[in-house]
């Protein structure tokens, strides 16, 4: 009886990742079809499968524009944004499971804060000699330094404690919004520029971004599975873990780091994206239960795949494109204000 | 032998809160340790699980210095029932005693038939089993304490350490649960070492007792030797009287109000 609910459990999780692995395989091609020129979903195909195997057959009688349109301009904005949504909602597991606080997202260190800043800073002075790569290089480095900083401000000789890490991530990420106020109210006609990035976007993604993001999540995702049981042993308390075998001032920091630098990637990429990170783990672990080992493959698809939509609903299915960073908080805010909800009248 | 410490001083911040503690833990034996609150006993605790580290002195564990060890190898070595325990994420009470075996099973694999048993078993005796496929999260506090405890014997290590581990239950549960511990000291050699705020169970359960004060042992020894009035009353600043209770087959202490 035990043994057998033991397996179907197993069994049900990689039904699910199997699933979701299809629908997200699904999901890139009926998007990549659609758009202002419309290509039917074997077009698509025949497209990709020529692009990998190089025979030129298969798209023999299409109009010329249609490959460089799914290859050039469709797919890359797609899979980013595939792998952003998977990378955030990855980092926002480790958040929650280190912070042991089911409200912390991958920008609970103040990340995205710091990303923001160092764009912003790269707006406005227009910054250029890494040419379109700038504006993230600098995000990137903000969202670094912003995490260092707020490692520095919350470690005692005791390790990490889970407060002071959200204590000094909210007065980190508090100090730079005043920051980036400011850096707004001096920009003159970059003002725009600064404010459209913050509500992040896929638009113009290059194949360049697909790989960097991509080795990143993946480098993540190994990670976080290899120190997955870690994980689950960290919600019993620092003192259980550390006696059923964890290093807990290793792997805490390990954890932490890496998920601040995948999210620092994505923001950096995409601009600021919330509530993926915070909604896909929760909506995870309300069906399949709080073990990471399932939760992190799962919220990987399941991240990749709302986002995707997401992305493609405001490119190709609203009359005007608005920023993806608005669409998430107004369909993912009000979603999550629903789940909170209904938690607090269960008791 | 188990435990071997030898003079350690812990400094938390500026405090002193251990002072020159020397004491010896012999293997396949029941320890209770008592004190007043404040007195060190939890800090001990952690510095026995190589959870601190002792500012001055040395610790040995089975003639070994106890920092000499991996986090992993003492997984293996000593478990611990901790004082208060909250879990933020709903597992389910088996899944919460599965991760006793943790340190037993390699990473990436799935608990074998062994593991599954030894759960089961041990949820049965701890009289979890009734609860094992609820949420932690929506049990009461004794409950989730039995879970804890049953957890902290599915690791099967040769030292349990147990750090006011019934102090959330009711009594049929606090000796069953005592009972279960001696049971495995008596038959498997096991040695347990249990801070304690019930000085009666712990002379009825305990082989020896240690009393604290102020960071270091006042007093030690065979738990009908060591408990009398003048003891108590140096420690806890109360006054008792003590005698032999042939029903409970050990020293018993009645107070003054």
């Known amino acids: 009886m035990t043994d057998r609910l033991k397996k179907s459990s197993t069994q049900s999780t990689l039904i699910q990742i199997i699933f979701l692995f299809i629908a997200l395989c699904g999901v890139i091609i009926i998007s990549t079809g659609l758009g202002y020129i419309r290509l039917s979903f074997f077009d698509v195909i025949k497209i990709i499968f020529a692009e990998i195997t190089g025979q030129e057959s298969f798209i023999k009688g299409m109009d010329d524009l249609f490959p460089v349109i799914v290859m050039d301009i469709r797919l890359p904005r797609i899979l980013t944004a595939g792998i952003v949504g998977g990378g955030l909602a990855i980092s926002g597991v480790v958040f929650q499971g280190i912070l042991l606080n089911p409200l912390a997202d991958p920008y609970t260190l103040g990340v995205s804060a710091g990303a923001a800043f160092g764009a912003a800073l790269a707006i406005l002075f227009n910054i250029g000699f890494l040419g379109t790569y700038s504006v993230p290089f600098f995000a990137f480095i903000g969202a670094t330094l912003t995490l260092v900083f707020v490692i520095y401000l919350s470690s005692s000789g005791k390790g990490l404690s889970s407060n002071n890490l959200i ?158 960073g608005v669409l998430t908080a107004l369909i993912g805010g009000p979603f999550f204000c629903y789940i909170f909800r209904k938690r607090q009248m269960a008791g | 032998m188990a435990f071997e410490v030898d003079n350690i001083t812990f400094y938390y911040e500026d405090k002193k809160v251990i002072d020159a503690l020397s004491v010896v833990l012999e293997s396949g034996k029941f320890y209770g340790i008592l004190g007043p609150n404040g007195c060190g006993k939890t800090t001990l605790i952690d510095l026995l699980l190589k959870h601190s580290r002792p500012s001055t002195g040395k610790i040995n564990y089975k003639g070994k210095d106890l920092s000499h060890y991996s ?12 004082q208060n325990f909250y879990i933020n994420f709903p597992f389910t009470a088996k899944e919460v005693v599965m991760m006793g075996r943790y340190p037993h099973m390699p990473r990436f694999s799935v608990p074998t038939e062994v593991d599954l048993e030894l759960v089961q078993d041990i949820m049965e005796k701890t009289d979890t089993y009734q609860f094992a496929h609820r949420f932690i999260t929506e049990l009461s506090g004794g409950e989730r304490q039995r879970v804890v405890f049953a957890r902290a014997l599915a690791q099967d290590t040769p030292v349990l350490i147990l750090d006011e581990a019934t102090s959330n239950l009711d009594i049929h549960h606090t000796i069953r649960l005592l009972n279960i511990a001696s049971e495995r000291v008596e038959k498997d050699k096991k040695t347990i070492i249990a801070v304690l705020q019930d000085i009666n169970l712990a002379a009825a359960f305990c082989d020896d007792l240690i009393f604290m004060k102020q960071g270091s042992i006042a007093a030690c020894g065979n738990s009908d030797e060591v408990l009398n009035r003048e003891i108590i009353h140096s420690i806890f600043n109360v006054e008792t009287k003590i005698y032999y209770e042939p029903y409970s087959n050990a020293k018993q202490v009645i107070f003054k109000r």
Request: with cysteine; proline share 4%; hydrophobic share 55%.
């Open chain 1, 167 to 324: 204590l000094s991530g909210i007065i980190v990420a508090a100090i730079l919004s005043a920051g980036i106020s400011f850096l707004k109210y001096l920009a003159d006609e970059q003002v725009s520029i600064i404010i459209f990035w913050l509500m992040g976007s896929f638009g113009s993604k290059t194949w360049m971004d697909v790989f960097l993001t991509f080795a990143f999540v993946c480098i993540a995702f190994l990670i976080f599975t290899f120190f997955a049981r870690d994980l689950n042993l960290m919600s019993l308390g620092n003192r259980t873990a550390a006696s059923l075998g964890v290093d807990t001032t290793k792997v805490p920091l390990i954890l932490l780091v890496t998920a601040s630098l995948v999210a620092a990637v994505c923001v950096s990429v995409s601009g600021i994206i919330g509530f993926v990170g915070l909604l896909i783990p929760h909506m995870i672990r309300s069906i399949n239960g709080p073990d990471n080992r399932k939760l992190i493959p799962l919220s990987l698809l399941a991240g990749a795949v709302l986002l995707l939509c997401a992305d493609t609903i405001t490119r190709a299915v609203l009359p005007t494109e608005i920023p993806i």
């Open chain 2, 71 to 82: 986090r992993k190898e003492l997984s293996r070595e000593i478990a611990l029932v901790p």
